[in-house]
């Protein structure tokens, strides 16, 4: 086994989709894994494209979105490294629902579809992982739906800076690791409302602000804005 092919095996290995299974299906996933590098900007691949496999981040950032027929552009989410998208058309043969561009360079792992399910035939225990992470990700998109269609852009913010939180173990700092800019594409909305917006919640003693620092100073105050 060359040290670039270890190498993919090891990180696959250790990533939550995958982790804990038995080294001969972690190694007949390595096998049908692409490597493939994307620049920083180019699109993935387009709403509408045949769903011909899923991808995991194996170094970079990629955003997952959708643009209006004015062109406006909804941020759906953010996929950094270790985590995978596009499972479900990998699944269902279905077009692609989003498209998807490299925020940053990034180096990603494809999985055609078909020799992928074919795996799944051979190794069936690996569908409960793929199960357990599509329940996650509908919860997720929930959320956004929540989020977007109920909640004034404070409440959006609150929402996120939550979720940032939790995510990092209910840390009472969270680290901004994407612009301004790309965080109101996220929240739907524009930066201009979104600097007003952050300045009020700092102004109202809910975070604490140090360039892409944000400390949670009020939890209790920003799950009430959140509606939580």
């Known amino acids: 086994m ?3 092919i270890s190498k993919i095996k090891a990180f696959l290995a250790n990533i939550q989709l995958w982790r804990g299974l038995p080294e001969e299906q972690v190694e007949a996933i390595t096998e049908i894994a692409i490597a493939q ?3 920083k900007g180019q699109v993935i691949f387009e709403e509408g494209d045949e769903g011909c496999g899923f991808f995991v981040v194996k170094s970079g950032r990629v955003k997952v979105f959708k643009l209006s027929v004015e062109g406006k552009e909804q941020i759906l989410h953010f996929f950094g490294i270790g985590e995978h998208f596009a499972e479900v058309p990998a699944f269902d043969g279905q077009c692609f629902p989003a498209s998807a561009a490299a925020v940053e360079k990034s180096e990603l792992l494809f999985f055609p579809r078909t020799a992928f399910l074919a795996l799944l035939e051979q190794h069936p225990s690996l569908a409960i992982n793929i199960l357990a992470i599509f329940a996650r990700h509908l919860r997720r998109f929930a959320q956004i739906i929540e989020d977007l269609s109920f909640k004034e852009v404070p409440g959006r913010l609150a ?5 940032l939180s939790e995510r990092n173990s209910n840390a009472e700092e969270v680290e901004l690791d994407i612009t301004k800019a790309q965080l109101a594409a ?3 909305t524009i930066p201009e409302t979104l600097s007003r ?3 009020k919640l700092s102004q109202e003693g809910l975070i604490l602000i ?3 620092r944000i400390t949670l100073l009020d939890r ?3 799950k009430k804005l959140a509606g939580g």
């Open 220 to 222: 209790r105050g920003l």
């Open 197 to 199: 917006v952050f300045a």
């Open 210 to 212: 140090d360039g892409s």
């Open 186 to 188: 996220l929240l739907a």
């Open 159 to 163: 929402a996120y800076l939550l979720y």
């Open 2 to 4: 060359s040290n670039d």
């Open 37 to 39: 590098t994307y620049p």
